[in-house]
């Protein structure tokens, strides 16, 4: 009689921890979808914190480069184009477009003692230099959470459930090499 | 070795030294109440609660004495320098995935840097001025990313719960053996064949706190890789806290700024002894670490 009542409690606790570990599980893969939504959440803020910037930078250079029109006009045209992408990858193209071209806007203010020597627009540059740093390793940060969910619904146990959750291996985002290395031109 | 396996190592090598500092604590406990001839369950039942009382004590005052300590003060946004760090800051807690922590400036032309608070979202990252003028981007990125892994890890949590243990173990342990000074001579011949042992659970009791302490130490140290290491996945940039950790070591100060109870936080000991490789040390030698940066 007692060693029935054993056995039957040890049925139970192992029916209990088998219960506690899936939901855990569950848990966890969900935490770790959240995550990457989260991380594109913070990306999205930098993005458009960096085009609301360019407006005060394209008035503060507008007395001192009017010769340089072909360099002001593809900084707009690259914010204009962040404003209107409609997916991550839209979005982290246009901004390596304005990447490129306030790489030679900063490039071409160099010849201008008088702008450089402007407090605001060397403000303007300390900031416009740290939200591309923020975009880049929100990048990494996504990039490392879309890693570590795929990783959790593509190996045992997660391939087994991942599917009947409705989960699906999600994107990275793809940046060219050469950007990483944008932001030590500002100094 | 890969970044990854790095991390790994170093995360279950502090797993099994705190299970070990545990498994002291409460060999401590027994220890005293065999020596007392108290029941294991009711040496527990008075030790555990000094053990969990001082731990919380030392827990809730740690970050406002950790500032007090090195004098630090709220960084500047109107500086230039001080804006740039903040900005760093910034940058490297969005790599992590983290609220942005507080930035403190330590006024003194040493370089160095520390982390302090207990939960990631109250977290405190502080530079000295020397850091902030000497080191370059990359050079400051490394340090920083290295402060925010400790964040990230929470080895502030883990070097508080420590020192409250180490610091636990020594209070038992000199309690113990000043009340059985007292007592002494009239225990032995009660006891009589359990003499030996008891002789033996007072060398432990005696030693214990030394143990403790060595523990605590190969935890730090073992920490300070780990940080060094995630760190470097934050920035994906080896070289660059490589780089200002030789700064730090050919600038070491021949008189050193802020208390002896920082330097164990900071990323590198302000002490010369940064440079020698031995048991007592907060952190492992500079050039290992270098050395180990440099072949990631």
Redesign the interface.
């Known amino acids: 009689m007692d060693l029935i009542w054993w056995i039957l409690i040890i049925i139970a606790l192992v029916f209990v921890g088998i219960l506690l570990w899936f939901f855990s599980f569950y848990n966890r893969i969900v935490r770790s979808e959240n ?1 990457i939504d ?2 594109w959440g ?1 990306i999205d803020v ?1 993005l458009k914190r960096r085009a609301d910037l360019i407006p005060n930078l394209m008035e503060t250079v507008k007395g001192y480069m009017n010769h340089e029109r072909g360099t002001l006009e593809a900084v707009t045209k690259a914010r204009a184009s962040i404003m209107s992408a409609k997916t991550p990858q839209e979005s982290m193209d246009a901004n390596n477009m304005l990447t490129g071209a306030l790489k030679t806007l900063f490039a071409v203010a160099e010849s201008y003692p008088d702008l450089k020597a402007s407090q605001n627009f ?1 403000s303007l540059q ?1 900031e416009l230099t ?1 939200t591309e ?2 975009i880049a ?2 990048r ?2 996504f990039n ?2 879309v890693l570590v969910f795929n990783n959790t619904i593509e190996t045992f146990p997660g391939v087994v459930f991942a599917k009947r959750m409705g989960k699906k291996e999600r994107q990275m985002l793809q940046i060219p090499e050469a950007s990483r290395e944008v ?2 031109v500002a ?1 | 070795m890969l970044l990854e396996d790095h991390i790994r190592k170093n995360k279950i090598d502090t797993v099994l030294i705190c299970m070990f500092m545990v498994a002291l604590l409460f060999s401590v406990i027994f220890a005293i109440g065999f020596a007392f001839g108290l029941p294991p369950i009711f040496a527990m039942a008075i030790g555990l609660p000094i053990a969990l009382a001082y731990i919380a004590i030392t827990y809730s005052f740690s970050v406002s004495s950790v500032i007090a300590a090195a004098g630090a003060r709220p960084a500047n946004p109107q500086n230039r320098e001080e804006k740039l760090l903040i900005y760093k800051v910034e940058e490297m807690s969005l790599a992590a995935g983290l609220p942005a922590p507080k930035v403190y400036v330590q006024d003194s032309r040493d370089i160095n840097a520390f982390a302090t608070g207990r939960k990631p979202d109250e977290a405190i990252i502080c530079a000295t001025t020397g850091a902030i003028q000497q080191l370059n981007n990359e050079e400051l990125e490394g340090v920083i990313g290295h402060e925010m892994s400790h964040i990230k890890n929470r080895d502030i949590l883990v070097a508080t719960v420590t020192v409250a243990v180490v610091g636990t173990i020594a209070l038992l342990a000199e309690i113990a053996l000043r009340s059985l000074f007292w007592s002494g001579g009239s225990r032995g011949d009660k006891k009589g064949g359990g003499g030996i042992i008891i002789i033996v659970a007072i060398i432990f009791i005696v030693l214990a706190p030394i143990f403790s302490r060595l523990t605590y130490l190969a935890i730090s140290r073992r920490r300070e890789y780990l940080a060094d290491a995630d760190g470097a996945y934050l920035t994906r940039n080896p070289e660059g806290l490589a780089s200002a950790l030789e700064k730090i070591k050919n600038d070491l100060p021949d008189d050193p700024k802020g208390s002896k109870t920082v330097a164990p936080l900071y990323i590198a000991n302000p002490y010369k002894r940064a440079l020698r490789n031995s048991i007592w040390s907060t952190h492992p030698p500079l050039d290992e670490r270098i050395r180990r940066l440099r072949s990631m």
Request: hydrophobic share 15%.
């Open positions: 995550r989260n991380a913070q930098q060397l300390d740290h740093e923020k390793y929100s990494q940060h490392d959470s932001p030590k100094f």
